[in-house]
């Protein structure tokens, strides 16, 4: 018999599959199926598959319930074909045929069904397992469960245990819904242990809803959300929700960027919560829900090595304390939030290190155990900038590699140069610094603009944008006499460092003056007041020299006339 080759499975099926008791991925292709044959024959959802090695043929219907989901029937591999149609073929199929179920590998996961934090119960067939309860909660990502079942000790077959559950598919047939997963746990090593199914329902009260889930890596008899290998009932529970806001001066702005610029933090617009994703991807990484406003003198005591110590009394225009519900990844509890204002675009947020389950105990001063790199600085991204901290003309020295990344604020990037490195703040313009590297054979600049700037400890800081870029630099400084030492990193403002030997770029500089040009420098206004009263008074001065010289010239004018007159014989 010849074949026409319009015979093709759905563009949309090609990939790699993955069926119970196939030991390799199953791939579509073009007509082919890998482990049955190649398509001859087509009516619909009915396919004609030859194989080609058993020189037989057979019928598969083949569904598609979800694009990562395709479940089939087929018939008995036939070698006199030849004689029959494919309806008939197809004919043989009963209705209690096995049903085979193919779920597809390297695929994005969907949003599950389950939102938010429940309790449940759950049975294997030997008794419901409802003291203590077990409970569930949706992960940063909505595609991801965690499901923490625990024991029961007069329940057969319960066990404390923790499943991460990966939404893959979810199909609805009649009243029926269908969820397709996998879970991962320490038991589950291969696929056919992770590949599961699982039909759900609402409860009538819509407060919960009724699972089961299927004992292997199939759909096979499972009908009903009463009966499977593990069914389970669902109750929600109170879900944390925003109960407070944040400062107004935080929320102003709805987008906020990392100083390296890799994680954007966007604010709810209810001003509750914000979460934190990867600024490429849009991967959520963290949801951080406002709970409860924590005064700074509430639970407070002061930690060995934390960097800034809050005022005694709430100061809201510049700091703020929070109890927050932080979710991350499939972890969650309740943090303690500290936000700080450093300039209108410019905020840093320092939380607890732990994760605590009870929100009383999160601002306690013995949880709050503080890290450098736990303080994460923040800028906005509609730029705004300042007027410049540090004035007049710096000549710079250190290390070639950390004048090469202070000039091309890359890490890879080096060069030597036997030349000078000068820096000028606020000459071109108040809330502009320059850089200017005079090499034997070119010449290096870079130009920063001020975000801004503040000062904590004793050590000055200084958030700088390289013009006509992204990057930002913060830099870390001391002023002593005409010299000033500088530590910046691109990351993160640095504490608990030597300022000017160490970080990513550690220089000192010396003072040479005030800028050639006074107009722009920060000190400038006060050095043209001087100038003009200056001016003023020493113009004054000459009018009454000039006016005493002009009075005194018309006094001795006429006194000499007088003399002549007296001389003149009458």
């Known amino acids: 018999m010849v074949w026409s080759d319009t015979c093709s499975f759905p563009s949309r099926w090609t990939g790699s599959w993955f069926q119970k008791g196939s030991p390799d991925p199953i791939r579509i292709y073009n007509g082919t199926i890998s482990t049955k044959g190649t398509c001859r024959e087509n009516d619909k959802d009915k396919f004609l598959i030859e194989n080609t090695l058993e020189k037989c043929y057979r019928c598969v219907v083949l569904h598609e319930k979800h694009i ?10 036939s070698s006199t074909f030849l004689h029959q149609s494919l309806e008939t073929l197809c004919a043989e199929i009963n209705g209690d045929a096995l049903l085979y179920s193919m779920f597809r590998f390297n695929t994005p996961a969907v949003p599950c069904p389950f939102k938010g934090s429940f309790v449940f119960n759950y049975s294997r067939g030997h008794g419901e397992c409802a003291n203590p309860p077990s409970t569930v909660d949706s992960c940063t990502d909505d595609s991801h469960l965690l499901l923490r079942f625990q024991a029961c000790a007069d329940v057969i077959g319960s066990e404390s245990r923790t499943e991460e559950l990966v939404c893959l598919a979810t199909w609805k047939e009649g009243s029926t819904r269908y969820l397709v997963g996998k ?118 005591s002061s930690v060995a090595g934390a960097s800034t110590v809050p005022p005694s009394s709430g100061s809201s225009k510049t700091y703020a304390q929070f109890v927050v519900h932080v979710t991350s990844g499939c972890n969650s509890g309740y943090a303690c939030l500290r936000i700080h204002k450093r300039a209108p675009h ?79 703040s606020g000459c071109s313009a108040v809330d502009k610094m320059e850089l200017l590297q005079d090499c034997a054979t070119e010449r290096k600049a870079k130009s920063f603009q001020c975000r801004g700037s503040w000062e904590e400890n004793g050590i000055s800081y200084v958030i700088a944008t390289a013009v006509g870029t992204r990057k930002h630099l913060c830099l870390a400084y001391t002023v002593s006499d005409r010299i000033i030492q500088f530590s910046g990193s691109m990351e993160e403002c640095l504490r608990n460092v030597q300022i000017g030997r160490e970080g990513l770029i550690a220089i000192n500089g010396t003072n040479r003056g005030y800028c050639p040009t006074t107009d722009a420098a920060p000190l400038s206004s006060h050095y043209n007041i001087y100038i003009t009263v200056l001016s003023i008074l020493v113009a004054t001065a000459a009018r009454i020299f000039s006016s005493r010289i002009n009075s005194m010239a018309r006094i001795e004018f006429a006194t000499t006339i007088l003399q002549d007159t007296e001389e003149v014989p009458l």
């Open 68 to 77: 990562n989901v395709l479940q089939y029937k087929e018939s008995h591999c």
């Open 183 to 300: 879970l991962e746990h320490r038991v589950a090593k291969a696929d056919e242990d992770k590949f599961r199914c699982f039909v759900y329902e609402q409860t009538e009260d819509g407060n919960g809803y009724l699972v089961a889930q299927s004992g292997d890596a199939t759909c096979d008899g499972l009908f009903t959300p009463l009966e499977g290998s593990r069914t389970m009932r669902l109750t929600k529970a109170n879900h944390p929700h925003a109960k407070c806001h944040y400062p107004e001066w935080f929320t102003v702005y709805r987008h906020w960027r990392g100083l390296d610029g890799r994680l954007a933090y966007d604010i709810s617009h209810k001003n509750g919560s914000f979460r934190v994703s990867n600024a490429t991807t849009g991967d959520v990484v963290k949801r951080v829900v406002c709970t409860q406003e924590a005064p700074p003198h509430h639970h407070y």
């Open 346 to 424: 410019v905020v840093e947020l320092q939380t607890t290190n732990r994760l605590s389950p009870l929100a009383s105990d999160a601002c306690l001063g013995v949880n709050f155990e503080l890290n450098p790199s736990e303080i994460v600085t923040l800028t906005t991204q509609s730029y705004g900038s300042l007027e410049c901290p540090i004035a007049g003309i710096y000549s710079l020295e250190g290390n070639s590699r950390h004048l090469s990344r202070l000039i091309s604020l890359n890490t890879e990037e080096f060069w030597t140069c036997a030349g000078t490195t000068t820096l000028t």
